[in-house]
Nanobody, 123 residues
Framework: QVQLVESGGGLVQAGGSLRLSCAAS????????MNWYRQAPGKQRELVAS????????YTDSVKGRFTISRDNAKNTVYYLQMNSLKYEDTAVYYC????????????????WGQGTQVTVSS
C-alpha cells in the first residue's frame, strides 16, 4: 500500500557530503512525521533526524550543525537528509521511517520503514 524507498548512500571520505533521499509512494493521505534512523554494525538503531508536517525539525546531538532534514515542497512525498562534514562514526545503514495517514476505505495512521541505504565514511 505504502512504500518508502531510500537512495543516495555510498562511500565518501571523511569531511565529505552526501544527500540521502526518501521517496514515499502509495495510498498516502498525508505524512505526519518523517524520520531518519541509522544503525551501525553492532549498535542499536538510533534516531538521527525528524521533520513534522509543520516543518519542525529535531536532530540527535552528534549530527547537529552537520545534517539537515528537509522536504521537497514541490514533491511533498520526497524527503532529504543532507549530510555534511561526514565523520567515520557516521558510517551506518540509514533508514527512513514515517508516520503516514493511509488512504484506504478509511483513513488510518501507520508507521512505515524503508529498506535502508548504506553510508560508508572512510577515515
Amino acid at each position: 500500500q505504502v512504500q518508502l524507498v531510500e537512495s543516495g548512500g555510498g562511500l565518501v571520505q571523511a569531511g565529505g557530503s552526501l544527500r540521502l533521499s526518501c521517496a514515499a509512494s502509495g495510498s498516502i493521505f498525508s505524512i505526519n512525521t518523517m524520520n531518519w534512523y541509522r544503525q551501525a554494525p553492532g549498535k542499536q538503531r538510533e534516531l538521527v533526524a525528524s521533520i513534522t508536517s509543520a516543518g519542525s525539525t529535531n536532530y540527535t546531538d552528534s549530527v547537529k550543525g552537520r545534517f539537515t532534514i528537509s522536504r521537497d515542497n514541490a514533491k511533498n512525498t520526497v524527503y532529504y537528509l543532507q549530510m555534511n562534514s561526514l565523520k567515520y562514526e557516521d558510517t551506518a545503514v540509514y533508514y527512513c521511517n514515517a508516520d503516514i495517514l493511509v488512504a484506504s476505505f478509511k483513513i488510518y495512521e501507520h508507521n512505515f520503514w524503508g529498506q535502508g541505504t548504506q553510508v560508508t565514511v572512510s577515515s
